[in-house]
């Protein structure tokens, strides 16, 4: 008989009492469940037999039988529901908790990790809000940019060296003489609907993508991009660019159908990568292993990603920057992970490749001038910052920051006299936790000194769409930069295609910064990227046209849930090569 059918018999029953000895009869449970005594008899023998209650029949007339119930209706719908989620059965799952949404939450998120079903590994994880269309094209946040990474790939992708690694592409040349750079594709590869991928495609999607808005600072030197041969794509570049490979080694430069770049509201896209969508909803993101994959498949067949309200739960399982992580002994495992206990420790947290900053607005109506942004420079120093978060309980797991990445020079300036500051300044943030708490921080500090503050919140799109139209006018931004996995060419970029920070450092600041980039692109190859921005970055901080705050620290925040899964840069795990070892 099924649990079900049990469950709408127990619930006949618990109007009797929970966790208490009751003396009745048989004919008087069969009454109570509405059954025959024989029906009776069986369903408390089937009910023993799975823990839900004890039964103690007494022989002999005038002789009581014990009956004690051991769940409340409440306790035992949520461990039906519990073993519903582990079978992927979600809607009976909430079915059962009779719709109740936040009950269902706390379930997914106390089942989040790995189970293997009908011999396929399957991950749920949840997550905290729900995400944006995943495309390339596309203005993205740090989470979607690490689910573009798992839908699409690129021609070529760039390692922590800076050195270019084959993908869809498998070998390619630059003519320095000619300034073109010439891919070669892999024979047999498709998108995930099965249409070809072939050097007509990518010619098609990259001659398309650099007319967009998004793509034409970083590719207003490439005249045309051609497919003189099936698997081979030349792009013609109208400047010498050693690190164009880089360039589109990055997230926004995944292989997608060109017809995808036309709008439209359908979050079902078509990728190329390792992971294919098959559900994006405003409740969960679903995601199957491409067998068609250029490379190894993954190891992992589903991932299941909840968007919950985590803002009342506890062991939050995507909390960027929190120092904690519980672990709950699953084992599941990298497949290169050769010693897995000996990872733990060293995998558990890292400083992320990024920075969030104090941007002064110099397009802002309200300027502040060179002398009030060297002392609000030397006034709203991390330090303080920090003390303030303390105090209000809003400190996330950070660094302090001397300079825009974390591995580059410390760079200490002298303070500053103080000065009169205006009687109003205006801030601007984008809708993210962090950058949010230090503009309250940074709100309450200041008008501490007499200046009255205010913090507006925008969008992620609506900030960078302000900043691109001029429009920005807040004297102070808060913002930050992330690099992705393409370290060199991601660093490049975060200067370079920098909407908000190009806005703001004023019109012959930008015409230096862009100049410089130019010719560092020009004249550089690709490893060497790092080392050569690093003066270009420290002149943005030496000039005060911005202030290093904090470094995240991220944390593995999938410890105990998937157990020795590497952290990417974005602060997610590594599915792809995530197995069992049962």
Partial sequence: MSDLTL???YTRLVPLGINEEIKTSLPEVADAMFTSTRHARNLLQDMQKIGWLTWSPKVGRNQRSTLCLAYSLSDLKVQLATLRIQEGKYEKALSLLDGDQQAFGRLLQSTSGATVREGQLHIQLTYKRPFERLVPHHLQRSSERYLLRQIYCCLVSSGADGKLQPELAHHWH????????????RPGLTFH???PIDASSIATLFNQLKTLEHYQSEMSHLIEATAPLSNKVVFKLA????????LISGVKYGIQPPAQLE???SKLVTGSGAFAVVEHSGERLRLEAFDHYYACRALT???TIWQLDEKEMVNKQIETNQPEARDQGCNYYLSHAVEPKAQVASQQSRVEDGCLFVLFNQQSPSTLNDKQRRYLSSFIRPEIILKQLEQTNTLFGCEIASNLLPMWHKIVRPDAPKVTLPEHISIAVYD?????NCALALQSILEKQGTHVSVNTYSFREINQLAMEGKLNESLILTNIN?????????FNSLYHNPVLQSCIGHESKVWLTQALSDLRAQTPLPDYLDALEPIASALINQYWLTPLFHHRQTLRFHGVLKDVELTNWGWPDIKNVWSAD
Avoid: M, P
């Fill in 239 to 246: 400047i010498q660019d050693k690190g164009f490979g880089g």
């Fill in 174 to 185: 630059y003519d320095q003489a000619r300034c073109e750079w010439t891919f070669y594709l």
């Fill in 301 to 303: 067949d589903q991932v």
């Fill in 7 to 9: 469950l709408r018999y």
């Fill in 193 to 195: 609907n099965g249409a």
């Fill in 432 to 436: 993210y936790t962090a950058l949010k």
């Fill in 483 to 491: 690099l992705d996995d393409n370290r060199h060419a991601s660093a």
């Fill in 263 to 265: 709008k439209t509201d």
